[in-house]
């Protein structure tokens, strides 16, 4: 039985559109993120899984230890909830109310960690917990400078770039009494987040395996260097990095004591083009074809889940199963419909599904309440997505 007809057996009951993932993909997805760590513990992105069953399933495997959220209200709802007692927020908050709930909830104030990059943070954090003393995390900015940095590579975050800029940041945390200065992050974008094989561009491939390779040098260095300075100062509890492309190389730097990585255990088709690991597609949405408008042509219900970023052809999500589908240039993914062209539609009939994947990971968890758990071709489970729980954090 091919991969369409377990997944089509396995689903029979449920009607389109629906989401589901693969267990046995999303099992093996996370057993290769462990190789890639080499013994280093994975701080799970939640961002990237946005489902609490799921993420409940991944930190039961050896290997995995804690979670990496994206808002405040969601980490005191994971905390609260059980999922996990060590909760790292990826992103400053400003959430006054958050903060004092933090504040108000000992338990929850012991499991997350909050991030700043700027005294500004620390101010709103100190007003709004009172007298909590409230855990905390410094960003470090791990974007690549060529040129005398003149040239920036790598995500805008946070202000603090040198060893002299975060150990005169850390040591105002000290002075302060409310906080506990817990760890640092950095997350290098341009070598976790960009793929070094795009398709049909092997230039392109190498220009970017060159830079990859030297903002790797650079910040090794750099990352070692800041993690010396702070330590220095005090005791650092974990030092994080990286990301779902970079797991290898950022666990290979002694600085580094946990990894983040989220996307691959779903494994979106963004992250498709990677020279150093191949992921198996994990998470799919169902659309059911409900109209056959001409000849070359199956138009299905719904499919407009278009990923954040650029406003480029890849934030589409991707025809899979029939393969030999693909966009109308003139519709492409709709809010209503997605007529999709190719010799393969005139095999498909009224009610037929077809497979998509998204280009992101846990964005897909927006569009749908529930995803069906699917082992082999047999129906496991349906778990709720954050969504289907009632939560919507960004």
Not at 12 to 22: I, Q, S, T
């Amino acid at each position: 039985m091919n991969l369409r007809d377990r997944y089509d057996a396995a689903t029979a009951g449920l009607e389109a559109p629906f989401a589901v993932v693969d267990l046995a993909a999303f099992r093996a997805n996370a057993a290769d993120l462990v190789r890639r760590a080499a013994g280093k513990p994975i701080r799970i992105a939640s961002k990237s899984v946005r489902c609490r069953a799921l993420l409940e399933e991944a930190l039961a495997m050896d290997g995995f230890a804690g979670i990496m959220a994206f808002t405040l209200p969601e980490a005191l709802w994971l905390a609260r909830q059980g999922a996990c007692d060590d909760i790292l927020v990826a992103y400053p908050t400003a959430d006054r109310t958050a903060i004092a709930e933090l504040a108000a909830d000992p338990a929850a104030a012991r499991a997350i960690t909050l991030m700043v990059d700027c005294p500004e943070h620390l101010d709103l954090i100190e007003d709004a917990a009172g007298d909590a003393r409230i855990r905390i995390c410094v960003d470090i900015d791990a974007s690549y400078r060529p040129l005398g940095g003149r040239v920036r590579i790598g995500a805008l975050r946070s202000p603090l770039r040198t060893p002299a800029d975060v150990a005169a940041f850390a040591e105002r945390i000290l002075k302060r009494p409310g906080l506990h200065l817990a760890g640092l992050m950095a997350y290098e974008s341009q070598i976790a987040g960009v793929g070094d094989l795009p398709p049909g561009r092997p230039a392109r491939g190498r220009v970017i395996r060159a830079m990859q390779q030297r903002s790797r040098m650079e910040l090794a260095r750099r990352r070692a260097a800041i993690v010396k300075a702070v330590r220095d100062l005090t005791e650092l509890e974990f030092v994080n990095g990286g990301g779902t492309g970079s797991v290898e190389k950022t666990a290979a730097e002694r600085a580094v004591t946990e990894i983040a990585a989220g996307s691959g255990l779903y494994q979106p088709h963004l992250f498709d083009y990677y020279s150093n690991f191949t992921g198996r597609p994990a998470a799919l949405f169902a659309l059911p074809v409900v109209r056959r408008p001409a000849p070359g042509v199956a138009t299905c219900l719904g499919g407009g889940y278009l990923a954040s970023g650029p406003a480029d052809d890849v934030r589409l999500p991707r025809p899979y199963l029939p393969s030999g589908l693909s966009f109308d240039p003139n519709e492409g993914a709709g809010e209503v419909q997605t007529p999709l062209l190719g010799r393969t539609a005139d095999d498909l009939r009224i009610g037929d599904r077809v497979w998509f994947r998204h280009t992101k990971a846990g964005e897909l968890c927006e569009r749908f309440a529930d995803l069906h758990l699917i082992d082999g071709d047999r129906f496991v489970r349906t778990v709720p997505t954050y969504r289907g729980e009632g939560r919507t954090f960004l």
